[in-house]
């Protein structure tokens, strides 16, 4: 199992390189035998994760926050996990960059047969990545089912309203949707 963290800036050490960063886990875990094959095993998951082995000798804060979070993805990637916990891994990046990582993890679903748990409070992220979703509430799960079963025929109050509050573009149903919400206030407090 390994983690990858909200936020890029604070989640690597600004003294390693990026070689250093990945290569790290590698000879930790034992899984290459030297430095010249951690660092060549570094390039390739820089490589996989669309960043460039020329990178290697870089520090975090020469890149962007797009980039870092690539970096971070990269040295999860080093020790082969079988499960990725994601603690809103795009919320602190632009709306362009937070595409290509979603997307990047969704090929890393397929290409490492890793599974993801992603944490996120932006329901359109959760429904672009996520095949199944937990929908929680002060700490408690409220409902869980596929991504369609979630999003198209939500059975919990809290389900409903948290859809219902994403912003739409038509003022009337805006309107609508915060009168059926303030119609009954007791909807939110609801925590079966």
């Not at 460039?52 to 690539?70: E, K």
């Not at 809103?88 to 362009?96: A, G, H, N, T, Y």
């Amino acid at each position: 199992m390994q983690m990858v963290f909200q936020d890029p800036y604070s989640s690597l050490n600004p003294r390693m390189t990026v070689a250093q960063l990945i290569g790290e886990a590698l000879l930790v875990h034992r899984l290459v035998g030297s430095r010249p094959a951690a660092r060549t095993r570094s390039a390739e998951l820089l490589e996989t994760v669309g960043l460039s082995a020329a990178d290697l000798d870089r520090h975090p804060h020469s890149f962007s926050g797009g980039q870092r979070q690539r970096i971070a993805i990269a040295r999860t990637l080093a020790v082969r996990p079988q499960l990725l916990i994601c603690d809103e891994p795009v919320s602190s990046l632009d709306v362009s960059v937070q595409a290509q990582v979603l997307n990047l993890f969704k090929d890393l679903r397929t290409e490492f047969g890793v599974a993801i748990l992603f944490i996120a409070h932006d329901l359109a992220v959760v429904r672009y990545l996520c095949e199944r979703i937990a929908v929680m509430r002060s700490g408690r799960i409220v409902e869980l089912g596929d991504r369609v079963q979630v999003y198209e025929h939500p059975q919990h109050p809290y389900t409903r309203a948290l859809l219902d509050a994403v912003p739409v573009p038509d003022p009337a149903v805006a309107r609508e949707r915060m009168r059926a919400l303030t119609a009954d206030p007791t909807l939110l407090d609801r925590t079966d």
